[in-house]
């Protein structure tokens, strides 16, 4: 069974850097094939994809936030860590990590955490 | 970036309705479209890939259809649980990306 949990603060300030951590189980991210992504929602919005970091160490970004995201694997720990630089107030969303389906769907994502609501605001 | 445009933006039906969501791909994706649901506090649920592909465990009711820039969800026989929030995504190229969605609400 594959499980997905969010970790980080719940409150960032403006300007500051957002560490997030996703921890899971039930898949290995050395594992030809497997994929871990990151996608945010602010509150009664859309959902907007920031990041995705394949088995192989390939690192997916979106345009638009490209210069302030790095993602991260440790396979040991079972984790991906997701970090966002220069906070501001419209970064407030609840932040997913998710597991991809792999084989023919490229990157679409299976299995999702249950999400962290992260709010920026000093 | 390709955009996603979902239609309607929100829909009321009925329990036992049969519904179609449309998504339009602003460039031709193939069949590279997911259709996810979500409910009020939940994290979506993957329902269908690569446009026609039913994901395990999802009920039969489901189906999605379409391929280059135009899209369909259909849900035949609405049941209360149905009533959700639905997006689309396209996974052809980076930066992957979503429709706005569409609210499918109670009659």
């Known amino acids: 069974q594959i499980t997905l949990k969010e970790s980080g603060p719940t409150l960032v300030r403006p300007t500051q850097t957002l560490t997030l951590t996703c921890t899971f189980s039930?898949?290995?991210?050395?594992?030809?094939?497997?994929?871990v992504g990151w996608i945010r929602q602010p509150p009664g919005k859309a959902l907007e994809w920031l990041a995705l970091i394949y088995w192989d160490d390939d690192e997916l970004y979106t345009t638009s936030l490209k210069n302030r995201l790095t993602v991260t694997k440790d396979t040991s720990k079972n984790q991906v860590v997701l970090t966002m630089t220069n906070m501001d107030p419209v970064d407030t969303a609840t932040y997913y990590c998710?597991?991809?389906?792999?084989?023919?769907?490229?990157?679409?994502?299976?299995?999702w955490g249950q999400g962290t609501m992260v709010t920026v605001s000093s | 970036d390709i955009q996603m445009t979902q239609s309607p933006s929100s829909l009321s039906a009925s329990v036992g309705d049969r519904v179609t969501i449309t998504c339009r791909a602003s460039q031709r994706i193939a069949t590279y479209l997911n259709w996810y649901q979500q409910k009020p506090g939940k994290a979506p649920d993957l329902l269908i890939y690569t446009a026609s592909s039913l994901q395990r465990g999802v009920p039969s009711r489901f189906s999605g259809s379409g391929s280059g820039t135009d899209f369909t969800l259909t849900i035949s026989g609405l049941q209360p649980e149905d009533f959700a929030t639905y997006f689309c995504q396209q996974t052809y190229s980076t930066p992957i990306t979503f429709g706005q969605g569409t609210r499918l609400e109670i009659k």
């Open positions: 039930g898949f290995s991210l050395s594992t030809t094939g497997v994929g």
């Open positions: 998710a597991h991809t389906l792999g084989g023919t769907s490229r990157h679409a994502f299976d299995i």
